[in-house]
């Protein structure tokens, strides 16, 4: 019996091992080696992904790191809206700047949800907020090249109990990033966090999975029902 347990426990330590190099270590790698071009093979299976779908263009495109590629319920939240959903990993905002003509433009999206910029403020590293406006605004500047009039919808950066303590400086970009949308057409922004504090001032951890950093089943419901309302008010079905 003790024979059998050990064998188990080297056997899960194994796999667990070989997990940990083929699947974890790559995305780290690419979080972070800031080179979007380590994303390539992801980036071409969003594309042939989307290619295959019917009547693939006139959607509404979402783009973004893993809190979008994670949305599992998304095409039925967004019901009757057809939606592409091109989420990749642990993405940074020059990731989907840098990607933007092929994972936007070249499918003439309806309108445009982004949530890009959260890997860029966490506790081992923050980039500036002026940094971070400079790159929304170049994103957008890349979208209105093919896109000029399509409402583009940033749902800014969420509070996260693992990366509370960077708060105040996602709280700042958001901050920023709002001040240049309210100076833009077709531009807006929604700000989920509200929603997701809890009464102390804190992220309510109900909201998220056990590593406190995407959201839970009941997170995305609030995600769904604040998007789907900024879609309706903006587009005509």
């Known amino acids: 019996m003790i024979k059998k347990i050990l064998l188990a426990s080297v056997l899960l330590v194994a796999g667990l091992s070989i997990l940990f190099l083929s699947v974890v270590m790559p995305e780290i790698r690419k979080y972070a080696g800031n080179n979007p071009s380590l994303w390539e093979p992801d980036i071409a299976q969003l594309e042939a992904n989307t290619t295959m779908l019917n009547k693939h263009h006139e959607r509404v495109l979402f783009v973004g790191s893993s809190s979008i590629r ?114 833009q057409e077709n531009l807006y922004l929604i700000d989920t966090s509200p929603e997701l504090l809890g009464s102390d001032g804190k992220p309510d951890e109900s909201f998220y999975r056990l590593d406190g950093l995407h959201l839970s089943t009941k997170g995305y419901a609030i995600w769904a029902k604040l998007v789907k309302a900024e879609l309706l008010r903006h587009i005509q079905t």
């Open 70 to 183: 994670l949305w599992r319920t998304l095409a039925n939240d967004m019901s009757p809206l057809p939606i592409i959903q091109h989420g990749f990993g642990g993405a940074t905002i020059n990731d989907v700047v840098h990607f933007s003509d092929r994972l936007i433009n070249a499918f003439n999206p309806l309108a445009v949800v982004i949530f890009a910029g959260t890997n860029d403020i966490t506790p081992r590293k923050v980039r500036p907020a002026t940094e971070m406006l400079a790159a929304y605004q170049q994103l957008v500047n890349n979208i209105r090249q093919d896109l000029p009039s399509a409402p583009i919808i940033f749902i800014a950066i969420t509070p996260s109990p693992i990366r509370w303590s960077v708060w105040p400086h996602a709280s700042e970009t958001n901050r920023l990033l709002s001040d240049f949308i309210n100076s």
